[in-house]
Each structure stands twice: as structure tokens, then as C-alpha cells.
């Protein structure tokens, strides 16, 4: 097919060159005819034919834009919108780069009003027109503060009617002509109207003013998930009942949690900075850092001296040894005799210390011993001296091993061979 004037081409495509007119930028020209070299729209100008390779710049957002998208996702504190149009812009109406393509608006920048699940004013596949506030390192936007910014249009969740901008019900101010939906949005004075604004309804969002007591039952205090509220559930009405298990969670005082969750167990302990005493919501381990929330700053901060942190570490090692030594020793006995008993393993080894485990290590199936045991002594340094004291030496006439026991997480493992 031939291109003529006005018509789009690409690199190859066959160029008509009406008689009288020169061949202008974009257009090889030969023996065998006329064929454009770059892609863009055939123009005629003082007589000559060329390409016009110039494309309408990238549709991205800027800050301040204003925007048209649809809600994509509600989370607890944020709806998700995906950019469908923006407006005032020379070619706003086309496609928005991938990166560029999502918005979050967060549950204080919807209105001004106190709400606390982003689900509570907002619902997916709501249209809204929202402001661009921030690009980096993800797009934001705002419903906040102009009168033109909100929800355009919203469907009844029960029915999938449009839904109607409403006085009727206090705090609540939109229905569903069709069922008893009542619900709220943050409206734009556009709502009802698609891009066009109507007559003023900033009202009806009665920003500043506290919920009453029945629709503050009713808000997401726990969030949009993982159990919604019914003003922000799309999947059931307001007559819906809140299970017994999320509403005894919800009013639980045992434990005095926020929202009826129950506080984490506090361990008394000491800080191995400063020493004084402290609470932290996990049980200390013996020789790791314990330190109060002044000393944490100070050594975040780096203005721990280098005594105070020399002085600490000699706690911890101690704390360490301490508790090494309270926690026993294992040793590991090798080289026995298949005759060998616990019982002979005990009287020998208790001679070095008290006990608390012998265990000789058998074959499942048959019950013979393995040829080698683990013997515990309640003391470290009682477990030590017995390893100088009876390794190398014999038992049934056969020279035993005995060192003590690693555990297997600080084992090394042998590199494996190609």
C-alpha cells in the first residue's frame, strides 16, 4: 500500500510524490521509487513532501495535577487508585507510563474529618478525582481540601445501583434507591455529575465534625483487615452481625491492648550499660546486650564512651560464663564396647561430678548399642575435668574417647566435592 499526505508510515513504507513536489526529510528516494526511512505522518509543505516524526509527548503525571482514576485496592490506611485521565492536559486522555500508573491516597489526606480505615470513605471501583502530591518513591495523591476533589461515582455494594448523595441519615451521606444502603463517601461536588461539578455538597462530608455514637460503631477502629467493618465491607450491609470471637477480641480488657489486643509480657532485667533495672517485651539471653532505652540512643547515637562500653563487655562475658556453667556440659563417649551398660558409664562418670542424663545410643530395630554414648554433668567445670580425666582410657579392655559435645548448629559443614 502507497502512503499519501496525511497518512502514518514507518520505516519502508511506500511513499507517493505527486509531480512538481521535492523530496523533503524522511523519504529516500531512487530509481525504483520513493520510501519513507522514519517513522511518523506524511506532510506537504512549500512544496515538499516529508515525514514528521514528532510524537506527542509521554503522558506522566506531575505534582499538582489533577487526576481521574479508579479506587483499585483498600488497605487498612491507604486506597490504591489506578490513573485513568488528567485533566487540563494536552493529551491526558492517553495511556500512563506502567511506573506512573497507581496512586496511593492516604486515610488523613481523604477529608477532614477523623477516619480510621481508609474502607470507612472510600470502596473499590469508585471513581474519584483526586490531586498529585508527591512522585518519589511512589506516586501520591489528595481528596483533601478543594471542593471539585472526591468521589465522582460509587455503586451500591448490595445492589449495584448507582449510588445517591443523601441528608437523610446523620453522618452518613450516601443510598441506594433500590435497597437500605446507607453508607459515606468523601463526595465531589462532581458526584453524580461524571467530570462535570454540580451545586456545592462539601457539606454532606461534614468535615470537622465528630461521628456520632452509632456510626462511630460502626467505623474500622481495627482497620480494613482482616475483618472489616460494615461501613467499609463491600461483601455485606449494615444489618450484618460481627461474629462473638472478633467482638470479644474487640472489648477484651485483659491485658489493656489498643484496639483489645493483649500486651506483650513484659521480663524484668537489668541494662549491661548503665545497670539499672528495666523491661523489655522478649527473655533476656545471658551474655547478649540488655540496654534501657537511654543507653540504646546513646549507643545508636555513638556517644557511648569507650569505657562504658569496655566495662560492658566484661558483664557480658561474665553473664556468658555464668550462664555456661549453669547450663552443664554434654560430652560425647566414643570407641565403647557393645557390652558396655548406662549403669557402668554412670558409676565411672559420677566419680567426676554429679550427673543429670547417661544415654547410650542403640539401633532402632535392633536394640544393640551404636558404640558410642552422651554423658551430661550438671556442672561445666566438672564436665571438663572429666573429659583430661577418662579420655584415652579403656573400658571392656577398649580405649574410649571422650570430648565434649558441640551443638549441631555450630558444627562446620564440610564443603562438598565436585
Request: charged share 30%; aromatic share 4%.
Amino acid at each position: 500500500m502507497t502512503a499519501e499526505i496525511g497518512d502514518f508510515v514507518t520505516p519502508g513504507s511506500s511513499v507517493i510524490i505527486p509531480d512538481g513536489s521535492e523530496v523533503g526529510e524522511g523519504i529516500h528516494t531512487d530509481s525504483s521509487g520513493s520510501v519513507a526511512v522514519v517513522a511518523g505522518t506524511l506532510v506537504h509543505s512549500d512544496g515538499e513532501i516529508s515525514v514528521d516524526s514528532s510524537r506527542p509527548s509521554v503522558n506522566s503525571p506531575q505534582i499538582g495535577d489533577i487526576i481521574i482514576a479508579e479506587v483499585n485496592r483498600i488497605n487498612p490506611k491507604t486506597a490504591e487508585v489506578r490513573v485513568l485521565h488528567i485533566e487540563d492536559k494536552e493529551g491526558g486522555h492517553r495511556d500512563v507510563p506502567a511506573e506512573e500508573l497507581f496512586a496511593d491516597i492516604y486515610v488523613t489526606n481523604f477529608v477532614d474529618r477523623f477516619l480510621p480505615s481508609a474502607g470507612d470513605a472510600m470502596r473499590k471501583r469508585d471513581i474519584i478525582r483526586a490531586r498529585i502530591t508527591e512522585l518519589e518513591p511512589m506516586m501520591k495523591a489528595t481528596t483533601r481540601d478543594a471542593p471539585e476533589l472526591g468521589v465522582l461515582h460509587a455503586i451500591c455494594p448490595q445492589c449495584g445501583l448507582d449510588l445517591e448523595a443523601s441528608s437523610e441519615t446523620p453522618d452518613f451521606n450516601v443510598k441506594c434507591s433500590r435497597c437500605d444502603y446507607t453508607g459515606y463517601r468523601v463526595l465531589s461536588n462532581g458526584f453524580g455529575h461524571g467530570h462535570v461539578l454540580g451545586e456545592d455538597i462539601q457539606s454532606l462530608n461534614r468535615p470537622g465534625d465528630r461521628w456520632s455514637a452509632e456510626a462511630e460503631a460502626m467505623l474500622g477502629h481495627d482497620g480494613a483487615r482482616p475483618y472489616l467493618s460494615p461501613v467499609a465491607d463491600h461483601r455485606r450491609g449494615m444489618s450484618h452481625e460481627i461474629p462473638e470471637s472478633i467482638r470479644r477480641q474487640r472489648t477484651a480488657k485483659a491485658g489493656g491492648g489498643r484496639g483489645g489486643r493483649p500486651r506483650k509480657e513484659m521480663h524484668s532485667t537489668t541494662c549491661t550499660l548503665c545497670g539499672v533495672k528495666t523491661e523489655v517485651p522478649f527473655k533476656p539471653t545471658p551474655g547478649k546486650p540488655i540496654r534501657c532505652r537511654d543507653c540504646m540512643d546513646k549507643v545508636k547515637e555513638g556517644t557511648a564512651t569507650k569505657e562504658e562500653l569496655s566495662k560492658e563487655r566484661e558483664v557480658l562475658v561474665a553473664a556468658r560464663s555464668k550462664a555456661e556453667e549453669s547450663m552443664g556440659s554434654k560430652l560425647f563417649v566414643g570407641g565403647l564396647s557393645y557390652d558396655a551398660t548406662e549403669d557402668e558409664l554412670r558409676k565411672i562418670f559420677s566419680a567426676h561430678g554429679e550427673l543429670n542424663d547417661v544415654h547410650i545410643a542403640k539401633d532402632k530395630e535392633t536394640g544393640r548399642s551404636k558404640g558410642f554414648a552422651f554423658v551430661t554433668f550438671s556442672s561445666k567445670k566438672e564436665g571438663l575435668a572429666a573429659v583430661k580425666e577418662l579420655n584415652d582410657t579403656e573400658i571392656h579392655s577398649r580405649k574410649i574417647t571422650v570430648q565434649e559435645s558441640k551443638p549441631k548448629e555450630s558444627r562446620r559443614r564440610r564443603p562438598r566435592r565436585n
